[in-house]
């Protein structure tokens, strides 16, 4: 085995962040940590607000002075070497959205050479190739010549992540790269990301607080929580040993292990029965929940609801009288009336 | 924007330099035909007395303006650079305070203590304003430079830059109450601006230090470009942006405090020419933008100097004002069509 290879791109040896305080003891949040992210892997850093995302991601980066330990990239400790040298080692995108409009794409995505090329800023072909090929990973090489304000929010997030291509890092790291965005572009950008992971054999590390799309596109999730160890494993591991319900524990909704989902908590108030499966009946039953009905298939009390799957209709059964109702909503209504 | 537009534009702004720079040397209370100004200026000896006033007065004060309408225009854009603020300019950090209040304690203090300033007035000459006025800019430079190690957020430099402007500001108000009206109206004088104050022996230590400091901002064009993407994203792809900031200050202190020195104070150009630039080249690259406010800062200022020469009249309008009176209009005009400003600032 060619040690080379696989080797991990990102360690840290007994790093401790937190914050330096004048007058008081240090503010440590997470101790010796020594984390590694192999080649090719995707991961995500999952926590609650507040729980020190960004202080994790700002040390490993090199911008916060750790309390202890380093931060290694292939071998290379962050902290001694100067900021266009770090830069060839990882390449960051932030949340903040960009201030400048009347830059071209290419402009921005060819800042991404800035540590390869000289004083003037000259772009050699080999830059130039690497631009094309960053924007082409992205599928924005025909919006090269456009402005960034010419574009959506997804679009320019995939320009910055074209960027930290372009800068050809072995370690790229993303500060909540999801945040602006509706779900089809959160979707399509951590599809981006994982595809990249794999097919350049870079390393990723992005911070999210998004569950649902961290449990889908990670190799690896780092669990955050407040006042408590940073956890780590495959997502479906973390789910399975109650990792995840226990950090995102909450007295207003719940964490369904079985299907990866919060479930919001209302309160209970009548029981009902409902006959009937299938996708009409999975739809139905979250419309009762979210009413605050509690929904059983067994048979109870004296209401129960029918569904008529090839019709289209609800059928609600009550002191043996039967109410038709044409939609969900209409149901809902109909329930409210009679109970 | 199409290259082959910008090299268009660029080379148009070059030919309005030299046509200005032809006009403003026609025109003057004295009338001397252009055929002979070529030939004073290749060297010929046409008449003394226009020799005299083309190579000793007209031509130190179109480079004067050439060297004003660039170097603040520089200064101006690196100052919304840095602070990603449309209303930075070369000013904005007190480096023209600083010079005021050098200029007005020379000037009336020496009223208030005739002893050591008079002696001082006297010792220096023709050269006791621009000497004051280096050092009351030196001194705002030095602390501004300081801060600027210490503090790593530029907004808070900003606030700081603004502050020793009002505090300066307010020591030159307390002196003008207590002086006399002569000394009141030189130190208002000064503060109107001129060109013509700047003879070739005073050119010969003014043009290098602008000179210098305007070749240090293109050194920076590739850390400027950075910082378009903000303070966070620059460090990312390498830039230090502490050092680049110290750089841009020490270049705006030799650029801004030196002109003002031989000038005065001139508003305006530095915060109105980047924005004309951006405007006009649509782009927010520094690479294009720093070129650009070099040259259409110095046909600003030519086409000013030459307004301020009342035609047929032997009396020339204070220059700061002219500045302000002519070219925002056009400022405002430029900016309305393109709303470029808010593509750069947005």
């Known amino acids: 085995m060619t040690d080379n290879y696989f080797k991990d791109i990102l360690e840290t040896k007994g790093l401790s962040i937190g914050y330096k305080q004048k007058r008081s003891e240090d503010l440590c949040l997470l101790s010796d940590l020594n984390l590694t992210i192999r080649r090719g892997e995707l991961v995500c850093l999952l926590g609650p607000n507040g729980s020190g995302k960004s202080t994790l991601m700002r040390t490993i980066a090199g911008l916060q002075t750790p309390l202890k330990g380093k931060t290694l990239v292939e071998g290379v400790p962050i902290r001694e070497r100067n900021f266009s040298e770090i830069a060839r080692l990882l390449s960051i995108v932030l949340t903040e959205r960009l201030q400048v409009g009347n830059l071209s794409v290419y402009h921005i995505v060819s800042l991404g050479r800035h540590p390869y090329t000289s004083w003037m800023g000259r772009l050699s072909e080999k830059d130039e190739s690497m631009i094309k090929w960053a924007l082409e990973q992205v599928g924005l090489w025909p919006y090269v010549n456009k402005f960034i304000n010419q574009l959506s929010d997804g679009e320019r997030q995939r320009v910055m992540i074209a960027k930290a291509l372009a800068q050809d890092t072995p370690l790229i790291m993303l500060d909540e790269p999801t945040a602006h965005l509706d779900l089809p572009n959160r979707v399509e950008i951590m599809r981006l990301l994982r595809n990249l992971a794999k097919e350049t054999d870079k390393a990723i590390l992005l911070s999210t607080h998004e569950l649902d799309l961290a449990l889908q596109a990670a190799d690896i999730i780092w669990l955050m929580s407040k006042n408590s160890d940073l956890k780590i494993g495959a997502p479906e591991d973390l789910v399975l040993s109650g990792s995840i319900e226990q950090t995102f524990k909450n007295k207003s909704f719940n964490f369904d292990r079985k299907s990866g989902n919060f479930i919001m908590n209302y309160q209970k108030k009548q029981i009902v029965q409902l006959v009937g499966n299938d996708v009409m009946g999975f739809w139905t039953q979250r419309a009762l929940s979210r009413e605050g009905y509690q929904v059983t298939c067994e048979k109870t009390g004296n209401c129960s609801i029918h569904l008529k799957e090839d019709e289209m209709v609800w059928e609600i059964h009550k002191d043996g009288e039967v109410t038709q109702c044409r939609s969900i909503h209409d149901l809902l209504l109909g329930l409210n009336k009679k109970l | ?346």
């Open chain 2, 1 to 346: 924007m199409q290259n082959k537009t910008k090299i268009f534009l660029f080379v148009s702004l070059m030919i309005l330099i030299a046509v200005f720079l032809v006009v403003d040397l026609v025109l003057g209370s004295v009338s001397i035909p252009s055929d002979k100004i070529i030939a004073i200026l290749t060297g010929e000896d046409v008449k003394t007395s226009w020799n005299y006033i083309i190579l000793n007065f007209r031509l130190p004060k179109a480079i004067t303006a050439i060297l004003v309408g660039a170097g603040l225009s520089v200064s101006g854009l690196m100052m919304q650079t840095l602070f990603r603020n449309p209303l930075a300019g070369p000013y904005v950090l007190g480096i023209s305070s600083g010079a005021s209040l050098g200029v007005a304690l020379m000037v009336m203090a020496s009223a208030i203590l005739p002893g050591v300033f008079g002696a001082i007035y006297g010792f220096l000459g023709s050269w006791a304003l621009v000497v004051s006025a280096i050092a009351g800019a030196s001194v705002i430079f030095v602390i501004i430079g300081m801060a600027s190690i210490r503090i790593s957020d530029s907004v808070s430099l900003l606030i700081i830059g603004i502050m020793f402007g009002s505090i300066t500001g307010a020591v030159v108000n307390i002196l003008q109450y207590f002086s006399d009206p002569e000394q009141l109206q030189s130190f208002i004088v000064w503060t109107f601006g001129s060109l013509s104050g700047v003879t070739w022996n005073e050119m010969h230590l003014m043009a290098p230090v602008v000179v210098i400091g305007l070749l240090m901002s293109f050194i920076l064009i590739k850390p400027l470009d950075a910082l378009l993407l903000g303070e966070n994203y620059a460090r990312g792809v390498g830039i230090s942006v502490n050092r680049t900031r110290i750089w841009v200050i020490i270049s705006t202190a030799l650029v801004a405090g030196t002109l003002t020195a031989f000038t005065g104070p001139i508003a305006f150009i530095g915060v109105a020419v980047p924005h004309m630039a951006r405007a006009i080249f649509g782009t927010a690259s520094h690479k294009v933008l720093l070129p650009a406010v070099v040259l259409i800062g110095a046909v600003l200022m030519l086409v000013c100097d030459i307004l301020s020469q009342v035609p047929g009249n032997q009396t020339t309008l204070p220059i700061n004002s002219v500045t302000a009176i002519f070219g925002g209009p056009v400022v405002i005009w430029v900016i309305l069509r393109s709303r470029s400003v808010k593509a750069s600032f947005s």
